[in-house]
């Protein structure tokens, strides 16, 4: 089965962007939808966003619509999270997740994750 692993987090100031790569090795991203969730500290692992196989469906949760955007790249195994305006409150681990069911928001739904990368935003 794939395995996932991110890259592209950092210390950022407010009102700054980030983009975030999960890349896939093993077997073809294509094969899965892919999310991306996040854990900020005392906190659940909550969804941020997700994109179906073939990229004809995206979802985001309300708190990062209309700021962040995912998208794929599935010749190059790999799936992008673009970040902008980034709040404190976006501060967090960000985990990609695959499943080979269809995208959704359930953490649950999800049975291949990466170990995060951090994403810390300074007021």
């Known amino acids: 089965q794939v395995q996932v692993a991110e890259s592209g987090g950092g210390l950022v100031q407010a009102g700054d962007s980030l983009r975030l790569t999960c890349s896939a090795s093993g077997r073809a991203l294509d094969d899965y939808a892919v999310a991306w969730f996040r854990q900020a500290p005392g906190r659940e692992r909550e969804f941020v966003s997700g994109i179906s196989r073939w990229a004809n469906k995206k979802i985001y949760d309300d708190s990062v619509k209309g700021r962040f955007s995912i998208s794929r790249n599935n010749p190059q195994n790999m799936v992008f999270l673009h970040m902008t305006s980034l709040q404190p409150e976006d501060t967090a681990v960000y985990y990609c997740?695959?499943?080979?069911?269809?995208?959704?928001?359930?953490?649950?739904?999800?049975?291949?994750w990466g170990q995060g990368t951090q994403v810390t935003v300074s007021a």
């Open positions: 997740a695959a499943t080979l069911r269809l995208v959704s928001r359930d953490l649950g739904s999800y049975n291949i």
